[in-house]
């Protein structure tokens, strides 16, 4: 070993650096370094992941910073210094020093922090950009010894040293340095300044650069020389004249001996109120658990009890099932919502009597040996699912009672993905944004594909390429930088505890609300033996809070899911109905067919079904139905297996049954049955081999046949990748049973509750707005007076939220409930008056106005719209800026009238409604037709899924049109149609487009034939045939029929009616209805009127909406 890299940046110094650890790592191993260093930007992101790297392929791996440093007490100017760890306690104040730079000094570390944490420490200077070498540039040759002597004295005289580097052009400074190591006797030595692996990597790394700044390549100052890794024998070119500076990097690399003990667990313990053991306060909790579940005189309890008791004491885990009964207490008792379970912690009867989970696993047949395996020590983890709107307050509960420096959430990094790589290349490269993008677009959307992959499955893509130079450099370009990490982020769920502080274990950044974040990700906090759990916040659970709430303060009902019946016939009926829509895990078009067929009539066809519907064991469906129904005969691998698959029908569909059948028939413990269903899942040859040995000697030592034992493990073996944790669909299905209970016994708070949780999702609030509909549910527009933040149950019906109405914020809302908690408003400049003008603004005022939440101020919203500017006047006049009131408390005020203004034409009033709500809510544009399409046969959206494989007929306002080109060139389009009952996706084949196109403009409202079919689970029409609604002939004669009420029956009104008449001459009969005296009659021919949608909405905009039909 003749040299070292002592300064290298990996791409974890974020858009500074285009190497991969993993890369650099393999390249030193290529070029035959036995020792390598890790030194990015005052980060430790890759540390653990570089650590173990190099232990897998035997270099040695040094840990190091590179630290920003202020140089002056006024911490104006910081410089770059290399900090290396000497030994472990070095590496404990790189800790210290990186989380002070990544959260209370983040622009460079001051002096007190580094005279602090300079122990075990080695100190090179950086190079060319360090303050030693600025002031040798700038001939301050006494200032750059006099620095120089001061990291002497701080590091000591053996840890500093002065860096000399290959691409250091400027002679002078090298002399320079020279000079400075004989004066100040502190050596020199050779140091590369790595930012990427290969010579070919410069523009990739300077496209990082450009990135990062925001500016294109050609305005980025290229670095002085190359910063690739260089070979031994690179270096020695530069360096042969010198080689103690290269014996050097050895002589370092030698004195780093650091060990981070991976693998070692360091589990916190529970503070016990009483000063007992955890383990004698862990029983003496259980034991009141099991009485509060009514279960402390069950023998099997008992017995189930004591031996994971015994399990997790031996393990020593008694503090961990302590910590998590203790925020799950918490939650309880501050009435936040918590999850039945997830995952294989259901199977644990601890966890049930601490209130941890809600499952009982004796009654539903659960191992504990599938959540802790004493034949395999590995870390419990228990996940917990939150409302989403209160998964904060455990977090800081947690952070509060053991300390913010003991509780951190956990970074993960967003990287360069593929679109978005060649997107960024692209720009700074100054290449045409519509072509980077349809670059981009060419990229498959499936999660995942990489660059690489894409090029191979996408012939455009290749042709693409292929055809320009400028795009294949891009394309080139992106690929190097692909996968790096772009920005770092917080782990939706993860929650990491310390026993010790963190910056003891692990360095951290600044987070959120003042909890801090790990700067290692996940899997390397789990290589360190932090425990690590996780907090999920689940929109699901939000809801059931939300419906629950309102029904307690409306009906004055509390319930308790511990008392319903999960045998409930109610429940059933609405789930083999596939009435499931914001149902947990049963909402899918394919899931619903599922549930129709299958007609569940208990909680464990639920759970199987859950189980079975995923790739692979959904193939199982059928004969699991045909079974449940009697029209296969079930049959089971053999009569002994009866009761672990009598429930699944004979089929298997758990991992726990996996086990069960290994313990039966070949006399497994749990556990061991637990480690054959991990090994067999594995599918190696050689594994699989040994297992059927072990597990047919068994079946043979218990009398089974050997043909049998076989047939069993070939089951087995096909079962394992495909078999579902039972624990996790037990508990996922409760929670879908509890939402389907809500959704059967009270559908008004279900459906206001589930409009409420999609606040800001526009296509999500209209399709359960139109399913509110079609049970009858009526939705009210918003209401100034009467609307709050979320959907509310107002008298039997839903009143619309106001934070619903696009361009009302939640500032907005805020201020309007504030102010109208004192009185209702009385009208637009008393509200304008009251609210804030900076939260309510006029775009604010005029979203709620086209909503129709003004309405009741004044009908007329034309006349609300005109008299904006005139409310903002009359507010500045009452209270002048920077003045003060002049009218003072006085209840002297001139009052401005509205503006006068005939109202918007319906069409616009209803477009302009769509526009804020997302949605038609008084009135749909189709609706004008609705009679003409019933004697057409046409069917309304909601009903179409009914009708799969069917031609129908429908009528439907164009929302969306996407048009595309197929690969062999022809253009088609995805679009979406919409009517008064819901809306639905359609395609546009090449050969109807051709003749179709010129109808397909958002905003056309068509009469359409085609068929309906399914995709991506989803019911569309695909359209065969089509014309303008208007322009839509009728299988008969129609009239118009007109009602007329007394308070209509004025001569005004009626010349009103004729004027329109007059002005549609056409082929319809027209009848008046007098209301009063119940008498009709038909007008004179002279008044036959063409009855199209023109027509029609302006008679029912003189008379009324149900005062005007076709038939």
């Not at 036995?34 to 840990?63: N, R, S, W």
Request: proline share 3%.
């Amino acid at each position: 070993m003749s040299y070292v890299h002592l300064q290298v940046h990996s791409g974890y110094s974020l858009l500074s650096s285009a190497a991969k650890v993993k890369e650099l790592v393999l390249k030193a191993k290529e070029l035959g370094y036995q020792a390598l260093a890790l030194t990015d930007d005052h980060v430790m992101y890759g540390t653990v992941e570089f650590y173990k790297e190099c232990k897998t392929h035997g270099i040695k791996p040094i840990i190091g910073l590179t630290a920003s440093v202020f140089i002056d007490e006024q911490e104006t100017e910081a410089y770059p210094l290399i900090l290396l760890a000497k030994n472990n306690e070095g590496y404990q104040n790189l800790i210290k020093i990186s989380s002070v730079l990544k959260s209370k000094s983040k622009t460079g570390l001051k002096e007190k922090w580094l005279k602090a944490y300079h122990h075990g420490l080695i100190a090179i200077t950086p190079g060319v950009s360090g303050y030693i070498e600025t002031l040798l540039q700038h001939d301050q040759l006494d200032e750059a010894r006099d620095a120089a002597s001061h990291l002497k004295d701080l590091f000591g005289e053996e840890h500093v040293y002065l860096a000399v580097q290959p691409f250091q052009q400027d002679e002078e400074l090298s002399h320079k340095l020279r000079e400075l190591s004989k004066r100040a006797n502190i050596p020199l030595v050779a140091t590369g300044d790595v930012h990427y692996i290969h010579q070919e990597d410069k523009t990739a790394y300077t496209c990082l650069k450009a990135i990062k700044a925001g500016q294109q390549l050609s305005e980025i100052e290229e670095d002085q020389g190359d910063k690739h890794f260089r070979s031994t024998e690179e270096m020695m070119k530069w360096f042969g004249d010198d080689p103690e500076l290269l014996a050097r990097t050895v002589e370092i690399a030698n004195r780093c001996e650091v060990d981070l003990n991976l693998g070692q667990t360091k589990l916190p313990t529970y503070p016990t109120p009483d000063q007992s053991t955890a383990d004698q306060f862990l029983r003496r909790v259980c034991q009141e658990g099991m009485k509060r579940r009514q279960i402390a005189s069950n023998d099997t309890y008992i017995k189930r009890l004591e031996y994971e008791l015994s399990i997790i004491q031996k393990m020593n885990f008694s503090d961990y099932f302590l910590i998590v009964w203790d925020f799950m207490k918490y939650a309880h008792d501050h009435g936040i919502v918590t999850g039945p379970g997830r995952g294989s912690a259901a199977g644990s009867l601890v966890a049930y009597v601490l209130f941890i989970t809600d499952v009982d696993p004796i009654r539903h047949g659960l191992l504990f040996e599938r959540f802790l395996n004493p034949e395999r020590i590995s870390m419990p983890d228990i996940d917990i699912d939150f409302p989403d709107t209160r998964r904060d307050e455990i977090i800081s509960y947690v952070k509060d009672k053991y300390g913010n420096m003991h509780v951190a959430q956990i970074v993960t990094f967003g990287t360069l993905a593929a679109k978005a790589a060649l997107r960024d290349v692209g720009r700074v490269m100054g290449i045409d944004s519509k072509a980077a993008d349809r670059l981009a677009k060419l990229i498959p959307s499936k999660p995942g594909t990489t660059l690489k992959e894409a090029v191979t499955v996408s012939s455009e893509l290749k042709t693409l390429l292929q055809q320009s130079e400028e795009l294949q450099r891009v394309f080139q370009t992106a690929l190097k930088v692909e996968g790096l990490p772009r920005h770092t982020s917080t782990h939706a769920a993860g929650v990491v505890l310390s026993e010790e502080p963190l910056t003891q274990v692990v360095p951290i950044q600044e987070g959120h609300d003042g909890v801090y974040l790990t700067q290692y990700a996940m899997n390397y906090l789990e290589d360190l033996g932090l425990l690590k759990m996780d907090f999920l916040g689940l929109r699901n659970l939000t809801l059931i809070e939300s419906i629950k709430n309102q029904i307690e303060r409306q009906e004055n009902v509390h319930i308790n899911f511990s008392d319903i019946s999960y045998e409930d016939q109610k429940t059933f009926d609405l789930l083999s109905a596939g009435d499931t829509t914001g149902i947990f895990q049963l909402e899918s078009q394919g899931m619903r067919q599922v549930l129709r067929r299958l007609k569940p009539s208990s909680l464990e066809d639920i759970v199987a079904v859950n189980a079975l519907y995923r790739p692979g064991p959904m193939e199982n469906i059928p004969l699991f139905i045909d079974r449940k129904h009697g029209r296969v005969k079930v049959s089971y691998p053999h009569p002994d297996l009866y009761d672990i698959l009598k429930d699944t029908y004979g089929v298997i569909v758990y991992q726990e049954q996996i086990m069960l059948i290994a313990a039966k028939m070949a006399g497994f413990q749990l556990g061991e049955a637990d480690l054959l269903r991990r090994a067999v899942s594995k599918k190696d040859k050689k594994v699989l081999d040994e297992e059927r040995s072990h597990f047919v000697e068994g079946c043979l030592k218990k009398e089974y046949p050997v043909n049998i034992a076989n047939d069993v493990y070939d089951l087995i073996v096909k079962f394992a990748n495909y078999g579902f944790n039972r624990s996790h669909a037990v508990a996922y299905s409760m929670i879908g049973f509890q939402l389907a209970y809500l959704k059967a016994h009270y559908p008004l708070y279900f459906m206001c509750g589930l409009l409420t949780s999609v606040i800001g999702n526009e296509d999500k609030v209209a399709q359960y707005f139109y399913e509110a509909k079609e049970k009858g549910i009526s939705v009210l527009k918003p209401s100034i007076n009467k609307s709050e933040f979320p959907f509310t149950v107002e008298k039997g019906e839903i009143r619309y939220s106001l934070r619903a109405i696009k361009n009302v914020g939640v500032s907005a809302v805020k201020d309007i409930y504030r102010a109208r908690q004192e009185k209702p408003f009385e009208d637009l400049f008393d509200f304008c008056a009251r609210v804030s003008t900076k939260s309510v603004n006029r775009k604010t005022i005029e979203a709620l106005i086209f909503s129709g939440a003004m309405d009741e101020l004044h009908p007329n919203r034309a006349s609300l719209l005109a008299s904006i500017d005139i409310a903002l006047d009359h507010v500045s006049f009452l209270t002048p800026e920077d003045q003060l009131d002049f009218l003072g408390d006085t209840t002297f005020s001139i009052k401005p009238k509205y503006a006068e203004i005939d109202e918007l034409p319906l069409v616009d009033l209803l477009q302009f409604e769509k526009e804020a709500l997302g949605l038609y809510l008084s009135n749909h544009p189709v609706q004008a037709y609705r009679d003409r399409l019933r004697e057409n046969g046409a069917v309304e959206i909601i009903r179409l899924s009914s009708y799969i494989k069917r031609k129908i007929s429908m009528g439907g306002l164009l929302t969306k049109v996407k048009s595309i080109r197929t690969k062999n060139g022809q253009s088609m389009a995805f679009v979406t149609f919409g009517d008064e009952t819901g809306e639905m996706e359609g395609v546009v084949f090449p050969e109807q487009f051709r003749k179709l196109s010129p109808l397909l403009e958002e905003g056309a409202m068509l009469y359409v034939e085609g068929r309906i079919d399914v995709r991506n689970e989803s019911s569309q029409i695909i359209v065969q045939e089509a014309v303008l609604l208007e322009e839509m002939g009728s299988k008969r004669k129609e009239s118009v029929y007109i009602r007329v009420k007394e308070e209509n029956h004025t001569q005004e009104l009626l010349e009103q009616v004729k004027r329109v008449i007059s002005m549609h001459s056409g082929e319809a009969d027209v009848y008046l209805y007098y209301e009063k005296q119940k008498k009709t009659m038909r007008l004179p021919d002279a008044y036959k009127v063409h009855a199209d949608h023109a027509v029609i909405f302006q008679l029912k905009e003189l008379l009324g909406e149900q005062n005007v039909v076709i038939k």
